[in-house]
Nanobody, 121 residues
Framework: QVQLVESGGGLVQAGESLRLSCAAS????????MGWYRQAPGKQRELVAT???????NYADSVKGRFTISRDNAKNMVYLQMNSLRPEDTAVYYC???????????????WGQGTQVTVSS
């Protein structure tokens, strides 16, 4: 199994920045995609950003130009730098990985417990 632990959430004012971190541990041979998703109250969970093991990134339109995803493959960590935060960015942010425990194993999707980000106006 893979364990994901997020950190870095909090309460900030509009226009400020936060950096989220996620550490993956457990039965990991390789991690292909690492990503961040978020879920606001009363809404479905949505993609924020993903990054592959070779550094290809994908962002939701709503965060392009403000958020930057990065990863440290040696440490099995993924980060989300969030700048120019807006009240509509308020949500619980979840870390996600797609990983294999061995070269022949199927890809498994894992989720963290989430970290709250609140942006006040």
């Amino acid at each position: 199994q893979v364990q994901l632990v997020e950190s870095g959430g909090g309460l900030v004012q509009a226009g400020e920045s936060l950096r989220l971190s996620c550490a993956a541990s457990g039965s990991i041979f390789s991690i292909n995609v690492m990503g961040w998703y978020r879920q606001a109250p009363g809404k479905q969970r949505e993609l924020v950003a993903t990054i592959t093991n070779v550094g290809s990134t994908n962002y939701a339109d709503s965060v392009k130009g403000r958020f930057t995803i990065s990863r440290d493959n040696a440490k099995n960590m993924v980060y989300l730098q969030m700048n120019s935060l807006r009240p509509e960015d308020t949500a619980v942010y979840y870390c996600n990985t797609n990983s294999r425990r061995a070269p022949w194993s199927p890809v498994v999707s894992s989720w963290g417990q989430g970290t709250q980000v609140t942006v006040s106006s």
